[in-house]
């Protein structure tokens, strides 16, 4: 049973740049939810998605974007990158709405912005 | 921003040392949860308890909620190398309406020498 792959585990960019991470949930999963992570911080909340729809979006400007495809895989796409875009982006799955349910971690991609 | 506010940020024990870390949080919740993250890795959610609920075992794993406080502490018994990795506490906000995001503390760093 495969869990959450996220590619590429790692990605160098130049500022003013656009990248897109991708994520496939694990099996049985239909909810995506991005979080960006900064060296020694906690995971923080970029959106989530759910019957391809934006669900809920934390506090991220709109150079952050996102997809959700119809078998639930998901992409996040970043434009016009700052070096403090510089993270580690973690993907998450769930299964269904309602109250928050555990989630399921990918291991991320490690994006370094020069 | 950061909700939940664990502590100590680092911890060094001895194996088969209990460790305790606790976790604060600023609004009401439904439920909490604790997650491991191994360095350069995913999270990896331990245990959720719910806002109703004051105490939760798992495994060598003790979770207790104070709502009233609006803190948690997890508790790991009987410690081992393995458990070497980062600890996060994590709350949905239910005070707005309809949430699906978590909110992540910056973690605690536990260190279990051999």
């Known amino acids: 049973d495969a869990g959450v792959t996220q590619s590429p585990t790692h990605l160098i960019k130049t500022r003013g740049q656009q990248v897109t991470l991708r994520c496939s949930p694990k099996?049985?999963?239909?909810?995506v939810s991005w979080y960006q992570q900064a060296l020694g911080q906690g995971p923080q909340f970029i959106f989530q998605?759910?019957?391809?729809?934006?669900?809920q979006r934390g506090n991220f400007p709109d150079r952050f974007s996102g997809h959700q495809f119809p078998n639930y895989s998901s992409e996040l796409n970043v434009n016009a990158l700052l070096l403090g875009d510089s993270a580690l982006y973690l993907c998450?799955?769930?299964?269904?709405?309602?109250?928050?349910?555990?989630?399921?971690f990918g291991d991320g991609t490690r994006l370094s912005i020069l | 921003s950061q909700q939940g506010e664990e502590d100590p940020q680092a911890l060094s024990i001895q194996e088969g040392e209990n460790a305790t870390m606790n976790c604060s949080y600023k609004?009401?919740?439904?439920?909490l949860q604790w997650y491991r993250q191994n360095s350069g890795r995913g999270l990896v959610h331990l245990i959720l308890?719910?806002?109703?609920?004051r105490e939760k075992h798992s495994g060598r794993l003790r979770v207790t909620l104070d709502t009233s406080k609006k803190s948690s502490s997890l508790l790991i018994t009987a410690s081992r190398a393995a458990d070497t990795a980062s600890y996060f506490c994590?709350?949905?906000?239910?005070?707005?309406?309809?949430?699906?995001?978590?909110?992540f503390g910056k973690g605690t760093l536990l260190t279990v020498n051999p």
């Open positions: 308890i719910r806002s109703n609920e």
């Open positions: 099996s049985g999963h239909d909810t």
């Open positions: 998450a799955s769930s299964y269904g709405t309602g109250l928050v349910q555990p989630q399921h």
């Open positions: 994590a709350t949905d906000d239910n005070s707005g309406g309809s949430n699906y995001k978590l909110t």
């Open positions: 609004t009401s919740i439904n439920n």
């Open positions: 998605y759910y019957e391809e729809e934006e669900r």
